[in-house]
């Protein structure tokens, strides 16, 4: 296990299933997590049911307010139909400095459609709604979309994917990509703008239907990139 001098990291949604394997996965590294759910009861069931599976590590349940106000990083894990709610929420709490991590996919499944289809959202993707509804100052970053839940959420199963960053500033992504490393197999590559976001989203819908047809949990790989992606 990592250094326990680990900052520690809110996670918006840690009782669905991206969330719950992003706490589970980071805890095993060190990091102490804070988990955040509309209601604090569910969250401290959570924190007990993650400690089950890293019985060392460090996990706390609250309201979501409370879980962003605990951490300088929030990763954003939910679906996209309480996304905005779920911000709106928060505007009193998350603080100009904090890195947002944006995992939301506007997928139709949201309003009743099918998972392999995409939403249309008037910004331009779920990561440009979260940085327009959330305080100035709060930096925005979109990554994860691509990542199996399932796969996260099963400690025994090995990862070898990579992760698709997109933001506005190059530091933000890197300090996203510098936590998101931290679990391994995973290797996070920069793909521009923040508005490139409404194409790393929109894969997450390719894949279940890959997924769907295959009975696998695919991932993303990219070739050819140098051995260095964060100089």
């Known amino acids: 296990m990592a250094s326990s001098d680990s900052k520690p990291v809110a996670i918006i949604g840690a009782s669905g299933a991206l969330g719950f ?7 095993r590294t060190g990091v102490p997590i804070e988990i955040g759910s509309r209601d604090a009861g569910r969250a401290g069931e959570t924190a007990e049911r993650a400690r089950e599976q890293v019985p060392d590590g460090s996990f706390a349940g609250h309201d979501n307010a409370g879980a962003a106000a605990a ?23 998350l ?49 994860l979309h691509t ?11 090995t990862l070898d994917q990579d992760v698709l960053v997109c933001g506005d500033k190059r530091d933000d992504k890197r300090e996203a990509a510098a936590l998101i490393e931290r679990i391994e197999g995973l290797r996070c590559v920069d793909c521009g703008r ?28 990219l070739s050819g990139l140098p051995e260095k992606l964060w100089e």
Do not use: C
């Open 71 to 93: 951490a300088e990083v929030v990763i954003l894990s939910v679906p996209f139909r309480s996304q905005a709610e779920t911000l709106g929420n928060l505007k009193e709490t």
């Open 21 to 27: 394997g992003l706490a589970v996965r980071l805890a």
């Open 147 to 157: 990542v199996s839940a399932a796969s996260l959420s099963d400690l025994e199963h």
């Open 194 to 221: 923040l508005e490139m976001a409404r194409t790393t989203e929109a894969l997450t819908a390719l894949l279940i239907a890959v997924n769907a047809r295959y009975k696998v949990h695919a991932g993303v790989s």
């Open 95 to 143: 603080r100009p400095g904090q890195l947002l991590i944006d995992a939301t996919v506007p997928l139709a499944a949201a309003v009743g459609g099918r998972a392999t289809r995409m939403l249309g959202v008037w910004q331009g993707s779920a990561a440009q709604q979260a940085l327009e509804m959330a305080p100035d100052g709060v930096r925005v970053v979109s990554a």
